[in-house]
């Protein structure tokens, strides 16, 4: 049954699937209604297959956060029932477990609004204090790879503007609803738009990483296979970039960490694609708190 708190029109719809996100989803809310006008936005979140108090905590917040219930434990599921009960643009899709103001929730949308962007993301910040130093150094190196530095959008967070949102019907049933969204726009269409900011918290242990990891690489492998035609319109490779930061010695330690479970992740990722339960949602429990 959907449930629905609020029903008020808006210029801008946030919309946050959400699948047992007990401990990170009011942290995601209030982070985001800083310095966000009501009458300018309207927040969706959709709770899909939740067995623990997400939908409770949300229900006790703020009545203009509106709320959809679904017992269909699905992304894809829950980004189309978010499409469904929205009506602004630009329309921005958040993962609960992302960090990012409302101040830059409107810098993201006015830059959609100028109409030369279809896509963007913010720009990444990533918060690493108190990790270990193997967790470091993988993020160290990540973030100097082109997904991050060449305006790749993603990484939890992306939005879209009407005519943007326009380019397909239905959001497919995919883990890497990112990776389709990206491949649907040419590098001038989409874009980050850097004076806008958000926020991950990486995990505090290895395996944690190696899970997020491993869903991420299912999540490209499931895609290129479901949409080989938009893979082949655009080339993405690291490659180069490695051996670039190869040339900086300083770099080695942190280089055999990153490519150690870069390996280790897409064996597992194929692994989980053949034979494993392509329907679990590796998470990273370590970091929500």
């Known amino acids: 049954m959907i449930k629905i708190n609020n029903n008020k029109g808006s210029l801008i719809s946030i919309i946050i699937p959400a699948n047992n996100e007990e401990r990170v989803i009011e942290r995601c809310l209030n982070y985001l209604q800083k310095h966000l006008n009501p009458e300018e936005a309207e927040i969706i979140v959709v709770c899909n297959g ?5 939908a409770k905590i949300v229900r006790a917040m703020d009545s203009d956060i509106r709320l959809i219930e679904t017992p269909l434990a699905s992304k894809a599921n829950a980004l189309n029932l978010g499409d469904k009960y929205s009506i602004g643009f630009p329309r921005i899709y958040l993962d609960a477990d992302i960090l990012i103001s409302g101040e830059d929730i409107t810098k993201l949308a006015n830059e959609l609004k100028k109409g030369v962007l279809l896509a963007a993301s913010p720009a990444l910040k990533i918060d690493t204090k108190g990790r270990p130093w193997t ?19 993603g990484c939890g967070i992306y939005a879209l503007s009407k005519q943007g949102r326009q380019r397909f019907d239905k959001f497919p049933e995919i883990t890497a609803d990112d990776s389709f969204v990206r491949f649907l726009f ?3 269409e989409r874009g980050i738009v850097k004076n806008a900011t958000f926020i991950i918290s990486p995990p505090m242990c290895l395996l944690d990483l190696l899970s997020i990891r491993i869903r991420q690489c299912f999540g490209f492998y499931e895609f290129k296979k479901t949409f080989p035609e938009l893979v082949q319109q655009h080339s993405e490779s690291n490659t180069k970039s490695i051996f670039f930061l190869f040339s900086k010695i300083s770099l080695w330690p942190a280089l055999l960490v990153y490519i150690s479970i870069n390996f280790y992740s897409r064996l597992g990722g194929v692994c989980k694609f053949w034979f494993g339960n392509r329907l679990y949602w590796n998470k990273d429990e370590s970091s929500r708190f």
């Not at 939740?50 to 997400?54: E, G, H």
């Not at 967790?135 to 959008?153: D, H, K």
């Open 50 to 54: 939740c067995t623990d108090k997400t």
């Open 135 to 153: 967790i470091r150094a993988f993020y160290q190196i990540w973030c100097n790879l082109p997904f991050v530095t060449e305006g790749t959008i």
């Open 186 to 188: 040419s590098s001038t």
